[in-house]
C-alpha cells in the first residue's frame, strides 16, 4: 500500500480538521493513525475510504487519485473493507444475514454463493456457532468480529478500522485486537485509528501522528515510539504510556 497526501484539507464550515496535509506513505502493509482526539485521523480515514470528499488538494492511493465522479467512487468503495467503532450491523438480521446482505446487494453474489462465502468467512473467525444469533444476542466482541467479518468477505484491497475497540471492556478489546494481529500475519493489508498503543507498536510497518489537522510524526514504530521527533509527539505519548 502506497498513500499520497497533497495539501490535503478538510473543513467541516469552522477551523480545519485536516489542514494541508502533505505526507508519502509506504509502500507498507500497516498504518496505524495515533493522536489526540480532535486531530484528524477519523476524518482523515473517511477520506481515504471515500466516504467523504476533500475541500482542497488530493489524495493517492497505490497511484491512483480518489475518484470524483458518482460511479467511480462507487466502485472505490466498494472495493474496500470498512469497519467502525460503533458495529454497523443490522439489528433485526442474523450474523449470517448482516455478511450475505452486502455480498448479494452491493457486491452482486448469487444468494446461495454469498451464504456460503458468509459461513466460510464466520468458520474463519470462529463465529460459526453465533450464525443465526441478531446482534442483540451477541458480546460486543463478537459484534465486532461480525463487522470485521463483514468487512473480509468481500475481498477488499485495504481495510479500514476506525478506532474498532473504543466501544469494548479489556477483555473484548483483547480478542479483536488478536483478530487484527491474525490478519496482520495473513498478510492482509490495514490502516487503523486506535488508542491502544501498545498494539500500535505490535502490529504497525508505520505510525503517523496526528494533531491539529495534521501529520506531526511518521515513522516506524521502534523509532516512533523510542526517539520521537515533534515535542507535540514526544507529550503525547508521555501522557497516553505513562501507565
Known amino acids: 500500500m502506497k ?3 497533497q495539501k490535503l484539507t478538510k473543513h467541516f464550515g469552522g477551523p480545519h480538521v485536516l489542514d494541508n496535509i502533505d505526507a508519502e506513505i509506504g509502500p507498507v502493509r500497516s498504518l496505524v493513525l495515533v493522536g489526540p482526539s480532535g486531530g ?3 476524518t482523515l480515514l473517511r477520506l481515504i475510504a471515500g466516504l467523504e470528499r476533500p475541500d482542497a488538494g488530493s489524495l493517492h492511493l497505490d497511484g491512483h487519485p480518489l475518484p470524483t465522479d458518482e460511479p467511480a467512487l462507487l466502485a472505490y468503495r466498494r472495493s474496500l473493507g470498512v469497519v467502525f467503532q460503533a458495529f454497523n450491523l443490522f439489528p433485526h438480521l442474523s450474523a449470517l444475514e448482516n455478511i450475505t446482505l452486502p455480498l448479494e446487494k452491493v457486491h452482486g ?5 454469498a451464504r456460503e462465502i458468509a459461513r466460510q468467512t464466520l468458520a474463519r473467525f470462529q463465529l460459526d456457532a453465533h450464525s443465526s444469533k441478531k446482534p442483540a444476542a451477541l458480546s ?3 459484534k465486532q468480529r461480525v463487522a470485521i467479518a463483514r468487512a473480509i468477505a468481500c475481498k477488499p484491497r485495504l ?4 478506532e474498532p475497540t473504543s466501544a469494548l471492556d479489556p477483555e473484548m478489546t483483547a480478542e479483536v485486537l488478536d483478530l487484527i494481529g491474525e490478519l496482520k500475519a495473513d498478510g492482509r493489508e490495514f490502516i487503523l485509528v486506535t488508542h491502544a498503543m501498545h498494539f500500535a507498536r505490535h502490529v504497525a510497518d508505520q505510525v503517523a501522528f496526528l494533531a ?3 501529520i506531526l510524526e511518521l515513522a516506524p ?6 526517539a520521537p521527533e515533534h515535542p507535540l ?3 503525547f505519548l508521555a501522557r497516553v504510556l505513562r501507565y
Do not use: Y
Not at 109 to 113: D, I, K, L, R, S
Open 3 to 5: 498513500l499520497s497526501l
Open 140 to 142: 460486543g466482541g463478537q
Open 40 to 42: 484528524g485521523k477519523s
Open 109 to 113: 453474489h448469487p444468494p446461495a454463493e
Open 159 to 162: 481495510l479500514l478500522f476506525d
Open 233 to 235: 509527539c514526544r507529550d
Open 212 to 214: 491539529q489537522g495534521r
Open 221 to 226: 514504530p521502534d523509532r516512533f515510539f523510542h
